[in-house]
């Protein structure tokens, strides 16, 4: 069975940074391509970012571009998404979801980590 | 950058009755990157339909996906009192994009 773990959310103030951490297990996880993917308070999902399954290629939504940084270790099963300058905007619950095979969805999803960015 | 544009933004149904929920797109897109997810309050989205028309694995059949070009549906068949829930259709083009939902409530 696929499990995803986020944790490292929290309450921080604009401009701070704050790292999430996601743990999987239930598949071959260098296999995949791994997101994150965030929902603001009462709104809806919005894709963060995306890491290729060795690692070695990612993307970012032009609203954290420059400011988010994705990451994993394969060795370890874990994802990472480095979070800097931080704005009340990005105030969400974050999960991550695993890539489905060969496909570009997302056919598992942890159970997210609330970021809150306030003063 | 492809909009998708869900609709309606709620629909109020009974228990038994028969669910028809659309997505957009504002440019035509490739059905093997439209997929569907449900979401209840309080918990991840979870994956009903890829490739347009394909279910997920363990997803019951009365859920079903069609379309193909800029118009996309996600049919729920005798709505169960578990379906009533928020609906997202995705698409992947460059980057991946969500519509804004759709609630599916109890009338």
């Known amino acids: 069975e696929v499990q995803l773990l986020e944790s490292g959310g929290g309450l921080v103030q604009p401009g701070e940074s704050l790292r999430l951490s996601c743990g999987a297990s239930?598949?071959?996880?260098?296999?995949?391509?791994m997101s994150w993917v965030r929902q603001a308070p009462g709104k809806g999902l919005e894709w963060v970012s995306v890491i290729s399954g060795s690692g070695g290629g990612a993307s970012y939504a032009d609203s954290v571009k420059g400011r988010f940084t994705i990451s994993r270790d394969n060795s370890k099963k874990m994802l990472y998404l480095q979070m800097n300058s931080l704005r009340a905007e990005d105030t969400a619950v974050y999960y991550c979801?695993?890539?489905?095979?060969?496909?570009?969805?997302?056919?598992?999803w942890g159970q997210g980590t609330l970021v809150t960015v306030s003063s | 950058e492809i909009v998708l544009t869900q609709s309606p933004g709620t629909l109020s149904l009974s228990p038994g009755e028969g669910a028809t929920l659309s997505c957009r797109a504002s440019q035509s897109v490739s059905s093997s990157y439209l997929a569907w997810y449900q979401q209840k309050p309080g918990q991840a989205p979870r994956l009903l339909i890829y490739d347009a028309s394909s279910r997920a694995t363990g997803i019951p059949d009365r859920f079903s996906g069609s379309g193909s070009g800029t118009d996309f549906t996600l049919t729920i068949s005798r709505l169960e009192p578990e379906d009533f829930a928020v609906y997202y259709c995705q698409h992947y083009g460059s980057l991946y994009t969500f519509g804004q939902g759709t609630k599916l409530e109890i009338k």
């Open positions: 979801a695993k890539g489905m095979w060969s496909r570009k969805n997302f056919d598992s």
């Open positions: 239930g598949f071959t996880y260098s296999s995949y391509a």
